[in-house]
């Protein structure tokens, strides 16, 4: 009785830290496609390629201008973490043409 309750334990902390592993790998790919495409929508260029090469699957895209500036935000959710919505933002200036 004691060693079931010690494997589901394992299976149980095992399946958490994977969940969390998930997560942080999610929201570094939301940080770098966030960071990509703040950079190519301050050039002027499209960004919405950029969730493709760089963003996890189904994540979405927001970009805004303001004072200068370039907002763009990655939001996604966990695969294994249901309800967890993931996101990321990042700033750039605009460049001048």
Avoid at 21 to 46: F, I, N, Q, S, Y
Avoid at 53 to 70: I, K, N, Q, T
């Amino acid at each position: 009785m004691e060693a079931a309750l010690a494997v589901a334990s394992l299976v149980a902390v095992l399946v958490l830290c994977l969940a969390g592993l998930t997560g942080v790998a999610t929201h570094v790919r939301c940080v770098d496609a966030a960071r990509e495409a703040a950079r190519l929508a301050a050039r002027g260029d499209d960004a919405s390629g950029v969730l493709d090469r760089a963003g996890p699957a189904g994540a979405r895209l927001e970009v805004r201008s303001e004072a200068g500036r370039v907002v763009a935000r990655v939001t996604s959710t966990s695969t294994l973490l249901p309800g967890i919505v993931i996101s990321a933002e990042a700033v750039a200036a605009l460049e001048n043409r």
